[in-house]
Structures are given as structure tokens and as C-alpha cells.
């Protein structure tokens, strides 16, 4: 559910964009923001972005940096690509996550953004919610690990259109129309991989 108007972590979130979604106490996730956003999340309690864009989005990613700068927002470029095949490892998401629970427990709040904010911030999103900044291996020895898992999944990877994409037929003569369905495929195609990937790391050791 997209929130504007909630309280949360002793924040009023009362001018919060709507493209913004409230994960908890700590984090919000959400596309990419322009500068008139980056402003506002400053007045809305947020110090930190972290940006998951590719390198390939070089044109955005020093004005944001300068914004950041400019109101006093710790700016955190982390790049992957599904579509490269730069995937976050254990250890990246361990790091981030503990970052962010360290900056929450100061009294500050991050954003994780990649350009849409469905797909890697999908995944960066519920693994934060799973851990908590803690291990990962410490966090499969609570009991109810797995329904914690199931409702992280839901809410912040199925419910936000992770899997927006389906395959298409590229059985076509027109050369833009195969173009087009052919990257949908493979996107589709490395989202799919990313994710299972990601609940790979989540099996419990037996």
C-alpha cells in the first residue's frame, strides 16, 4: 500500500510523494527522485539514498549526488544490472541492511531507489524487512522465519510488480516490434533469475 499521510519513527510524512512507499520505522522505497523530491524527502526526515541504477544512467546520477549534497542527504550509489548480470551478493545485501538499521536507530531514515523501484529495490526492500540489519544465518534460526520470509516476498516484491513482465511472442517480420519483444524476454527472463536467486539465500539449511 502507497502511504502519504501515516506516522512513522516520529516522522509526519505529511508531504511524503505519493510514489513513495513506507517499508517501516527505517526505510522507504520507491523510482528515482528528481530534485523537487529530493528536497522534500530532506524535510521529511530522510539522510540517506541509497541509488541501485546501473552505470549505464550516467546523465542522472550527478545531479542527484549534487542535490543530495546541497540539503545534506548521505548519497550511497550501489549499482547493479539484471540485465548485465550485476546481481547483489550476501554479503552486499548483509552490508546495506545493517547500514540502514544503524542509521534508523540514530533517529535517521533511508530511501532505496533504482529507476522504477520494482525490481532491485524490490529485492534490497524485503531483505531489510526479513533481517532487520542482523546476519541472515542468525535470522533462519527464529522459528517463524519462514512466514516472515512469505509476508517480506508478498508485500515488497509480489505486491509491487516485480513480475510486471511476461514473455511475449518475438514470431514477428517487423525488425522494431522483435527488437522490442526480444529485450521485454530477456528482461523478463533476468528478473526472473534475480529472484530466484534471492529465495534461494533464504532456504533454511536442513
Not at 529530493?38 to 539522510?47: W, Y
Not at 543530495?68 to 552490508?95: D, N, Q
Request: charge should be positive; proline fraction near 3%.
Amino acid at each position: 500500500m502507497y502511504i502519504n499521510n501515516t506516522t512513522n519513527n516520529n516522522i509526519s510524512y505529511t508531504a511524503l510523494p505519493k510514489k513513495y512507499k513506507v517499508v517501516d520505522n527505517y526505510l522507504i522505497r520507491g523510482p528515482h527522485p528528481n530534485i523537487s523530491d529530493i528536497f522534500q524527502l530532506k524535510k521529511e526526515g530522510i539522510n540517506q539514498i541509497y541509488d541501485f541504477r546501473h552505470y549505464g544512467l550516467k546523465g542522472f546520477k550527478w545531479v542527484e549526488r549534487l542535490a543530495c549534497k546541497a540539503v545534506g542527504i548521505e548519497y550511497i550509489r550501489k549499482p547493479y544490472s539484471f540485465i548485465e548480470h550485476m546481481y547483489p551478493t550476501l554479503e552486499e545485501y548483509e552490508t546495506i541492511s545493517k547500514a540502514v538499521k544503524e542509521n534508523g536507530e540514530k533517529g535517521g531514515m533511508a530511501l532505496f531507489h533504482c529507476n522504477s523501484g520494482t525490481h532491485r529495490t524490490s529485492l534490497m526492500a524485503a531483505f531489510f524487512k526479513i533481517t532487520k540489519g542482523k546476519p541472515l544465518e542468525e535470522c533462519k534460526n527464529n522459528e517463524n522465519f519462514n512466514e516472515i520470509v512469505n509476508d517480506a516476498v508478498e508485500e515488497e516484491i509480489t505486491n509491487s510488480r516485480f513480475f510486471s513482465r511476461n514473455k511475449v511472442d518475438t514470431n514477428t517480420k517487423n525488425p522494431l516490434k522483435l527488437m522490442k519483444n526480444t529485450f521485454n524476454n530477456k528482461v523478463e527472463e533476468v528478473t526472473r533469475k534475480a529472484y530466484d536467486m534471492f529465495m534461494d539465500m533464504m532456504k533454511k539449511d536442513v
